[in-house]
Every structure is written in structure tokens, then in C-alpha cells.
């Protein structure tokens, strides 16, 4: 079936500092979404990007769909303690009921 | 209510247990998804209901597996003789449209199962 591979696994960054992950996918997906879980809760979507090439913001989260809708990116600037979490690429097919999940990258931020 | 509502928020079974877990998605949303997230990983596909028709089952692991919608609202996860295996968060995701498009899935925060 199809699968997603998340990259780094994990992050621990200084606060202030920039942070990218990114996601790349065997198939061709439709749309990309990026979710941020904390403990204890489910997935928040934060962006969802619907075109090759788009290139979405969400305040200081930036993400791009791309070209080969084979794969997307997340970055997140000037990072701070509350930007703790996991953050889960998922991708959509056309018509598709699911969605499907990556791993996940832990993220944490130092003081 | 606001959003995705599931219980209990955790539920301890023994070995060989039934198990029904409940998700209330929000008002008037006509697609409801069923992942099930183990410790570390993402969440992974269960089953798919559009109102009450079962369109995707095909994530289900085993028969000992069942959900339902029967008025196309609340939905009931029903895991039989539960096993070890099958600890794990389940979550309920609810969408307002029939299709992907532009809708995006709303999470609830899921039932902790742990088979002891």
C-alpha cells in the first residue's frame, strides 16, 4: 500500500531557531496536509496544501506541495517552547476516503 | 458540541474482552474516519462511513474488527475477544464533505486501549 517516510524522526532545537521536515511518498498524492499532535490528543491540521508547486503560509508555518506531488516540506521559523510536538505529513488521492500518515518528527524546543 | 467527541478516554480490557468505543463527530458532518495509532507511529486507516453506508473497510485488521453508523451520526467501534496486539489510541476523524476536496478531517482525541 502506499506509504509515507517522515524526516528527521526527530528534532531538539534551540528556541528562536528554524526548523524543516519534510515527507516523500512512493505514489502521487492529490493533497498534503501537515498535523501537529500533542499528548494526550488527536491530530490539529495546521496547513493543507491542494496543487504541485503550492506553496502555503500559516503564521511563521510555511509548507510547499510538491512538484512531483510525490513529496512536501514543513518549515517552521524563529521556533518557540509551545512548538513542541509531533508534526504528521498525511497525503489524500482524488476521491480517496483516507488519508495517509507518516510516522511523524518529535519536536523539541530548548529554552 | 464544538468538535469530535470519544468515549470512554480510556479503556482497560482484559485478554479475550468485547469492546465498544464511541465517537460523536461534529453536527451535520456526513464522512466519518476510524484510525488506530500505536506508540509511536501515525495514525493508520481503519474504516470510512459517508452518513450511515460503509464505504472502506478495507483498514480493518481482523472479523474480531466491526463499526457501525446506523443513523449517520454517533458511530460505535466494536473490537471482539480483544487481544494484546490491539492496544493502541483509536481516533475518530469526522469531514463535512463526501469527498477529500477541500475539507479537511477533524480529530477527536481519541480512546487509550490497553489489553492487559
Known amino acids: 500500500g502506499q506509504q509515507l517516510n517522515q524526516s528527521p524522526q526527530s528534532m531538539f532545537i534551540q528556541e528562536g531557531e528554524d526548523v524543516s521536515m519534510n515527507c516523500t511518498s512512493s505514489?502521487?498524492?492529490?493533497?498534503w496536509l501537515w498535523y501537529k499532535q500533542d499528548p494526550g490528543e488527536g491530530p490539529v491540521l495546521l496547513i493543507a496544501?491542494?496543487?504541485?508547486?503550492e506553496l502555503t503560509s500559516n503564521g511563521r508555518l510555511t509548507a510547499q506541495f510538491g512538484i512531483t506531488r510525490k513529496d512536501s516540506f514543513l518549515n517552521i521559523s524563529a521556533s518557540i517552547p509551545s512548538d513542541v510536538g509531533i508534526y504528521f505529513c498525511?497525503?489524500?488521492?482524488?476521491?480517496?476516503?483516507?488519508?495517509?500518515f507518516g510516522d511523524g518528527t518529535t519536536l523539541t524546543v530548548k529554552p | 458540541g464544538a468538535g469530535v467527541s470519544q468515549s470512554p478516554r480510556y479503556k482497560v480490557a482484559k485478554r479475550g474482552q468485547d469492546v465498544a468505543l464511541r465517537c460523536d463527530p461534529i453536527?451535520?458532518?456526513?464522512?466519518l474516519f476510524w484510525y488506530q495509532q500505536a506508540l509511536g507511529q501515525g495514525p493508520e486507516f481503519l474504516t470510512y462511513?459517508?452518513?450511515?453506508?460503509?464505504?472502506?473497510k478495507s483498514g480493518l485488521p481482523s472479523d474480531r474488527f466491526f463499526a457501525e453508523r446506523p443513523e449517520g451520526s454517533v458511530s460505535t467501534l466494536k473490537i471482539q475477544r480483544t487481544q494484546q496486539e490491539d492496544s493502541a489510541v483509536y481516533l475518530c476523524?469526522?469531514?463535512?464533505?463526501?469527498?477529500?476536496?477541500?475539507?479537511?478531517?477533524?480529530f477527536g482525541n481519541g480512546t487509550r486501549l490497553t489489553v492487559t
Open positions: 476523524a469526522s469531514r463535512s464533505g463526501p469527498r477529500a476536496g477541500r475539507s479537511p478531517l477533524h
Open positions: 505514489s502521487i498524492f492529490n493533497t
Open positions: 496544501l491542494y496543487k504541485a508547486g
Open positions: 498525511a497525503g489524500q488521492s482524488v476521491g480517496a476516503g483516507k488519508s495517509t
Open positions: 453536527s451535520g458532518h456526513v464522512s
Open positions: 462511513f459517508q452518513n450511515e453506508a460503509q464505504l472502506d
